[in-house]
């Protein structure tokens, strides 16, 4: 592994210096208006790290020149995750800050890099040259606005030829972001650019959580929730600088993005599918209730019924996964407090569903019990089962709802518990 003063005097560095526009007095060059906001800083500009020595000195000497130019109070934190090939060297020899990550991944990267910050503002930008940070005014601007999070946009900045795979740009962010908007009404149109501004008061707001590349999503959606003020500016996102493989690697860390926004959305991953399949369940064993049905040539009887009732089970207990994992998320602090919840554990009570959950069971107990008598009347003989199991069944999915709306009464209380 090359040393830190193989890295800095190479021959190569100058000439890449060069190549993208830095003058070459800037690369030894300490900002004075970086020096003098250190105690004070307005801005931090924060790169989270990871093996990054061939692009890191540039975007720092950018960021620096940004500050210098536009005479902006601010501070340079590298955020370093425990990179091997003299990151953190780089760093300090060009006057940035370096925070230690004990942990691997760009959220805990991010979290940490700004539990660390000094200024009222944190731009945060990846530290491959894929960003330019000598153009941070747009979202200084917005900040000074009052703007709570500022989102670069790349779809309307420009992507210049190689810098987002195909399906990045056509398939996942787009996804993502439209996604986000039917989930949670987020008024981004760019959920995964990686350059973006807040203040420290909302930092401490949303309260961020993720450790891995889901934590861009994280963001936005929290932000969202708390209904903190959100924008967006034009970025142009650029081929990156490195020569090794990048650390993105799209179809997991899409995956982990989408996962996120279902977990933080019980309505969407368990409440609406539950409603549909109860829905569909109740409809189709009424319709079957009276008797055998026809479509076609298939006659539908009560095998039908038997699996309508498993539906409607099957989609009570998906309902019920959203009161409980919305009230945990809110209990752990995932979510944010929501007063529609709060008014249905108002209204519905524990004693409520224990007495609902009685009745239920009461109601499926004597519809069996019904059945027993019939039979004992035949002699415990033979009995039709078309006729039977159009009792059987819906006493059996009492039975069940009855069973199950107790259990979660107590369950449901027990996690309220922990907020109170």
Known sequence: MSTVSEISESKSQPARTEALGINKALVNYE??????????????????CLNESETLEVCIRKAQGFLDSNQVRGEIVVSDSGSNDGSQEIARKCGARVVDVPIRGYGAALIYGSSEARGKYVIMGDSDESYDFSTLQPFVHKLREGYDLVIGNRLTGGIKPGAMPWKNRWIGTPALSSIGWIFFRCPV?????????????????????????ELASEMIVKATL???????????????????????RPWRDGWRHLRFMLLCSPRWLFLYPGLLLVMAGLLSGAWLLPGPRMIGNVTLDIHTLFFSAIGVLIGFQAMLFAVFSKTFAIADGLLPPDPKMDRLYRIFVLEIWL?????????????????????????????????????????????????????????LSLLRMRRK
Do not use: Y
């Not at 650019?193 to 807040?198: E, I, P, V």
């Not at 009347?377 to 069973?403: K, Q, Y």
């Open 226 to 248: 708390l209904k903190l003020r959100i924008t967006e500016v034009p970025t142009t996102l650029s081929l990156d600088g490195r020569s090794r493989a990048p650390h993105l």
């Open 355 to 411: 007495v609902v959950g009685a009745l239920l069971v009461a109601l499926g107990l004597g519809g069996a019990l019904s059945r027993v008598v019939i039979w004992e009347r035949h002699g415990f003989g033979e009995l039709d089962p078309t006729l039977v199991m159009r009792i059987v069944i819906p006493s059996g999915l009492s039975l069940a709802l009855g069973c199950q709306i107790i259990l979660s009464a107590f369950f």
């Open 31 to 48: 900002s004075p208006i970086a020096g003098e906001g250190r105690s004070n800083p307005e801005v931090t500009i924060l790169m989270p």
């Open 189 to 213: 149109g760019d959920f995964n650019c990686g350059l973006r501004g807040f203040s420290m008061d909302a930092f401490r707001e949303m309260n961020l959580r993720t450790t891995g590349m």
